[in-house]
């Protein structure tokens, strides 16, 4: 069993390569193993291309060793005709004895009919090596197809004494809380997520463009609660730069539960994953209905006389960064 972890975990090294560019497909790693030793590895780098399994097996320089070989896949094989053939239907076609997989894909028309489709044309399927790891790579693909709404991240950033803004601050000039490192690690983390949401008055007082700039990467889905059209349509957000999803009051009924809303319209509009990033008030909400997934709070080192307190929040915490003088804590609503 081992042996078998070694060569999954190096699926998942592979398969996180295509964070951010493979939705509305999972991440996903493959290699190829021969008398233990890898003669072919590949991942899934982007939707439409070919899938991790293909890239694997197209890198094998001498094809007649894998009548004789493993595939290790991080996730179940695709059974169905998409948009690439089923990689289930490649690996029976060329004659793979033994195929290891992580995890089952929880989408519907695959879920065990990749695994079936191989036992029946006579491959010897071992599934469930490094389990847990695999579903926590693709947490944003299962979330969203086991929990019918996207996989939620809240982020935001407070002073050491608890305030996300000052009460007041001069026109067209940014309070920034963090140093430089910290907010182009968050320009990284929009790359890898499928979308970035907003409330009304964090545009209309920080005029945010919520695109990536001190990173390289696709720009996130911009989504905007705009519930009375209060925002200028000369805001940053109405540039096209990036997609823009206005949420008004003719998209939810905003005198109802607005969250349970909001991810219902993220989930139709096939969004995997949202970061969060305010204000205040919305990230609160989010909190206060227990509808969120991972929270990525920054701590800077300086202060505010008064302002705008900072979201209320309990977790676990999983992870705590220094970033020169800033604090990174990140907190998981997960056991």
């Known amino acids: 069993m081992k042996i078998h972890q070694k060569y999954i975990s190096r699926c998942i090294e592979l398969a996180k390569n295509g964070l951010g560019t493979t939705y509305p497909n999972p991440l996903v790693g493959s290699v190829v193993v021969h008398n233990n030793k890898i003669i072919g590895e590949g991942w899934h780098r982007k939707a439409g291309e070919p899938h991790a399994e293909v890239n694997a097996v197209n890198s094998v320089k001498d094809k007649s060793l ?75 693909f299962f979330t969203f197809h086991q929990k019918k709404r996207p996989y939620i991240i809240l982020k935001w950033a407070e002073t050491i004494d608890g305030f996300i803004s000052p009460s007041t601050k001069e026109e067209n000039k940014p309070v920034w809380i963090t140093n430089q490192y910290s907010r182009q690690l968050v320009h990284k983390w929009r790359t890898e997520e499928q979308a970035i949401l907003v409330g ?7 005029n945010p463009k919520l695109n990536v700039r001190d990173w390289s990467g696709n720009n996130p889905v911009r989504v905007v609660l705009d519930r009375k059209h209060k925002i200028s349509k000369e805001s940053h957000i109405f540039d096209n730069s990036a997609s823009t999803i206005l949420i008004d009051e003719s ?36 909190i206060n209905e227990n509808v969120w997934d991972e929270a990525r709070i920054f701590r800077g080192k300086n202060s505010f006389p008064n302002g705008t307190k900072a979201p209320e929040i309990s977790g676990k915490l999983v992870k705590r960064e220094i970033i020169i003088d800033d604090e990174l804590l990140i907190f998981s609503n997960y056991d």
Not at 200 to 206: E, F, G, L, M
């Open 66 to 140: 894998l009548k004789e070989s493993t595939i290790y896949v991080s996730l179940e094989p695709c059974s169905h005709f998409g948009k690439t053939p089923p990689c289930a239907d490649l690996i029976i076609a060329h004659q793979i004895p033994n195929v290891v997989i992580g995890t089952i894909d929880p989408f519907a028309k695959v879920c065990g009919a990749g695994i079936e489709k191989l036992k029946n044309a006579g491959c010897n399927v071992i599934v469930g090596v490094l389990e847990n790891e695999c579903n926590l790579l693709n947490k944003r």
């Open 200 to 206: 009304t008055q964090t545009v209309i007082d920080d």
């Open 251 to 286: 998209t939810i009924d905003f005198t109802k539960n607005t969250v349970n809303q909001i991810i219902e319209t993220l989930y139709q509009n096939n969004i995997q994953s949202v970061i969060i990033e305010g204000g205040s008030k919305t990230l609160q909400g989010f």
